[in-house]
């Protein structure tokens, strides 16, 4: 079944301003200028985050990959209280499954984009003055991040999602029960 991408991302809404909040909040921490930010819209992207250019290479890899680091703490973070209730003893609130929603739509955005692996990779591979070691790493993430892509077109993002808000809180507790 296809599910055009605008529907999707409409749906998971929540999921795409805390994937452009995450990148804000790198650029903030590390000093960036931004210039303009759009947390959601209905076209091509659905969010993006302008910023001056990244005076330390790693500052960009972080900035770039802040989503995955952010979306999935906040999934995790906002699932979790309801989770065990629901997928533990069945007796979820309307509440709960509000937060399982938000969980799965954060956690489902938590992949780089393409135009995220686009930027590191000529910031970072391309650059002038960046580590060898920084370009060493930045092959296997930018691979990652096109595998991501490639994977959402088998779902691999809503996969992720149900993982990161639905398994992850079943499985911390049972292993500290």
Not at 77 to 102: H, N, Q, R, W
């Amino acid at each position: 079944m296809f599910i055009p991408g605008p529907f999707l991302a409409l749906v998971t809404f929540p999921g795409v301003i805390v994937h452009e909040f995450a990148h804000q909040l790198f650029c903030r921490i590390f000093g960036v200028a931004i210039f303009e930010v759009k947390y959601f819209q209905m076209a091509n992207p659905v969010g993006y985050v302008k910023h001056e250019p990244v005076r330390n290479p790693v500052h960009q890899l972080l900035i770039g990959t802040g989503p995955f680091i952010i979306n999935t703490l906040i999934a995790l973070l906002i699932a979790f209280p309801a989770a065990i209730p629901v997928f533990m003893f069945s007796e979820g609130t309307i509440l709960d499954y509000l937060l399982l929603y938000l969980g799965l739509s954060i956690g489902m955005h938590a992949f780089p984009s393409t135009g995220d692996a686009n930027v590191l990779w000529q910031t970072l591979w391309h650059g002038e003055q960046v580590p060898i070691w920084l370009k060493i790493i930045t092959v296997p993430i930018v691979g990652l991040i096109y595998l991501g892509a490639i994977g959402s077109f088998f779902w691999l993002d809503l996969i992720y999602g149900m993982g990161v808000a639905f398994g992850l809180p079943i499985l911390i507790v049972k292993f500290f029960a």
